[in-house]
């Protein structure tokens, strides 16, 4: 995330929400930063020196530094790959995104189910197994 962030912050300044919002729409909606994971990247971000804030009209406006220049000049195929995958989680969307979760919500939820049953956990491994095949089959 921490690419990304500076990469935006090339275009202008922003504030936290605009940033949360740019990288959910770059990458079509799949991507949903939380408040909890953007505003300490920028913080650690701002104690690094790379971008610098200053409140304005209620909000904290970032601002990119001459280090945090230097680091997207730098990291330009990085930051390029970033973007182009990015643009292609759009293309999976919610559609798949949300079965995924619920997959691995249910996967979580029979192991701990299972505990140390070995039987169980030999099914779940089946189960997890026979999904594989049948994807890649497709």
């Known amino acids: 995330m921490r690419l990304a962030i500076l990469s935006m912050l090339v275009e202008g300044p922003k504030h936290g929400y605009e940033l949360m919002k740019e990288l959910e729409t770059r990458s079509g909606g799949s991507y949903r930063v939380s408040a909890g994971s953007m505003y300490p990247a920028l913080q650690m971000l701002e104690d690094e020196g790379m971008?610098?804030?200053?409140?304005?009209?209620?909000?904290?406006?970032?601002?990119?530094?001459?280090?945090?220049r230097a680091e997207v000049e730098r990291e330009a195929a990085a930051i390029d790959r970033i973007w182009r995958k990015?643009?292609?989680?759009g293309d999976w969307g919610p559609w798949v995104a949300g079965p995924i979760g619920g997959l691995i919500k249910a996967t979580f939820h029979a192991v701990n189910r299972a505990g140390t049953d070995s039987e169980k956990r030999a099914k779940i491994e089946d189960i997890l197994d026979r999904t594989r095949r049948e994807l890649e089959g497709l």
């Not at 610098?52 to 280090?67: A, F, N, V, W």
């Not at 990015?86 to 989680?89: G, K, L, T, V």
Request: net charge positive; charged share 30%.
């Open 51 to 68: 971008v610098t804030s200053e409140q304005r009209d209620g909000k904290r406006i970032y601002s990119l530094k001459d280090p945090g």
């Open 86 to 89: 990015a643009s292609h989680w």
